[in-house]
């Protein structure tokens, strides 16, 4: 299995560095693990934008790709933003007009794409509106899953966001803390998410969101739901190194 949501000391709000985490993955006998560390308000200094707070995001280059037997992949979870689901940094541009975003991520595999900070608007948003900002914001490229989608909380059209992920052949994150920490109803909201992944053929990955280096690769909870559901194990892409390169190499933008 590869964990391809989990944090570091650069998140800010997490316990362990990148190396723990990685020899924590190598001692569970894990075959890769993903660093996904925030690129958000979270990290910077409130709603001011700095790109001197993200420095960890801009030199993921030097990671190496094998580390302590096992393959390390360079992500990060990104914030949805707004109903548009423009994606944090989208209003940021360098001094010759290109995307600062581009420059931000330029050396990730791979984004989550998550709600962190609820906005008015997205409460007060039909759910049609909903379901159309996560397909914004998971057909934007190298945004590859949608993080812990039942735990902001919104009410979104289900099927309609389902049925476009499968249609580019992106994923849903089945979050072990959302099922652990995030109360019942959210719980329930997840397995319900599961059911429709299975029953439409939709992509998902199973993952800690550990921020601490004893939570890498625990997804207890997470793998017995899914048995309870009878998931099929050909829609989980994260199984393996394999399965996973396969996923992130087959799917475009």
């Known amino acids: 299995m590869i964990d391809t949501h989990t944090h570091t000391i650069s998140s800010l709000h997490a316990y362990s560095t990148l190396e ?7 001692m569970l006998g ?16 409130g709603d001011k934008y700095d790109k001197r707070d993200y420095q960890f995001l801009i030199n993921l280059k030097i990671i190496p790709r094998i580390w302590h037997d096992i393959k390390v992949y360079r992500g990060a979870e990104v914030d949805i933003v707004n109903l548009n689901g423009d994606l944090y940094g989208y209003d940021q541009l360098q001094r010759d007009g290109s995307s600062m975003n581009e420059y931000m991520l330029g050396y990730t595999d791979y984004h989550i794409v998550s709600v962190h900070r609820v906005s008015k608007e997205m409460r007060e948003a039909s759910p049609v509106q909903v379901a159309e900002m996560y397909i914004a914001a998971i057909s934007q490229n190298k945004s590859m899953i949608i993080g812990h989608i039942n735990r902001a909380g919104l009410i979104f059209d289900e099927d309609m966001v389902l049925d476009e992920v499968k249609k580019i052949g992106k994923a849903i994150e089945i979050n072990e803390s959302t099922l652990t920490q995030s109360g019942q109803d959210k719980a329930i909201a997840c397995r319900r998410i599961a059911e429709k992944c299975a029953e439409k053929g939709v992509f998902i990955s199973i993952a800690s969101d550990a921020h601490i280096s004893t939570d890498i690769g625990r997804i207890d909870t997470a793998r017995k739901m899914l048995n309870e559901i009878h998931f099929p194990e050909e829609l989980i892409i994260n199984r ?4 996973f390169d396969k996923f992130l190499n087959n799917t475009a933008g």
Request: charged content about 10%.
């Open 30 to 45: 894990l075959s890769g693990i993903g660093v996904t560390d925030h690129y958000s308000s979270m990290v910077g200094h």
């Open 20 to 26: 723990e985490n990685v020899i924590s993955a190598s």
């Open 240 to 243: 393996n190194v394999e399965t």
